[in-house]
């Protein structure tokens, strides 16, 4: 599985964008996914996750109620909406697949990360 994400930008605090993930290969709907995010000088950190049915979907404490997860199968693509950014949400933003939970060792393929700015 091949990930590219992109929609990433500057956007003002309490904006919003929404990220995408576009996965290659017919065993997309096989995997859980997953989003994660480096902030400079940070470690890599979870944010977001769904698993391979849509269904069920889990959220960092930090983006929980501002972020939304969510995949279309028929275009193997996940998306991650984001609203209310605040200024500490600025990082590089990754989509990963693999199996579902919130370490990043558990997932097999990342995407190659879109950055996102939040500034005014």
């Known amino acids: 599985v091949q990930l590219q994400a992109s929609g990433g930008g500057l956007v003002q605090p309490g904006g919003s964008l929404r990220l995408s993930c576009l996965a290659s290969g017919r065993t997309f709907v096989m995997y859980n996914m997953g989003w994660f995010r480096q902030a400079p000088g940070k470690e890599r950190e979870f944010v977001a996750g769904i698993r391979w049915t849509g269904y069920s979907t889990y959220y960092a404490d930090s983006v929980k109620g501002r972020f939304t997860i969510s995949r279309d199968n028929a275009k193997n693509t996940v998306y991650l909406q984001m609203n209310s950014l605040k200024p500490e949400d600025t990082a590089v933003y990754y989509c990963?697949?693999?199996?579902?939970?919130?370490?990043?060792?558990?997932?097999?393929?990342w995407g190659q990360g879109t950055l996102v700015t939040v500034s005014s």
């Open positions: 990963a697949a693999g199996s579902s939970g919130s370490q990043s060792y558990l997932y097999d393929y």
